[in-house]
């Protein structure tokens, strides 16, 4: 069993940076990615950013540019930088641990932008 903390929500004005962490314990070997999804109010949950660990790292157009995602293998701990906040990044944030076909997640961290 995975289990993922998440940390560093909160408001920012638009045009702020924040950065989420997600602790990962338990059970984690061989290959997986960790992934950071949002959901903000009446849409689905959608995939922002990847990272395999063998390093490779992909983002959803919405924001790449703005958002980096980065790993700390040796701590299965993931981050991710966002700047240049919009309002339409208002979401909650939830960590995704992939290993094959099983997936965990965290509790989610809410994310407001407004000014």
């Known amino acids: 069993q995975v289990q993922l903390v998440e940390s560093g929500g909160g408001l920012k004005q638009p045009g702020g940076s924040l950065r989420l962490s997600c602790a990962a314990s338990?059970?984690?070997?061989?290959?997986?990615?960790m992934n950071w999804y949002r959901q903000a109010p009446g849409k689905q949950r959608e995939l922002i950013a990847t990272?395999?660990?063998?390093?490779?790292?992909t983002y959803a157009d919405s924001v790449k540019g703005r958002f980096t995602i980065s790993r700390v293998n040796a701590q299965n701990t993931v981050y991710l930088q966002m700047n240049a906040l919009k309002p339409e990044d208002t979401a909650v944030y939830y960590c995704?641990?992939?290993?094959?076909?099983?997936?965990?997640w965290g509790q989610g961290t809410q994310v407001t932008v407004s000014s």
């Open positions: 990272r395999s660990s063998g390093g490779t790292t």
């Open positions: 338990g059970s984690i070997f061989g290959i997986y990615t």
């Open positions: 995704n641990l992939r290993q094959g076909a099983v997936d965990s």
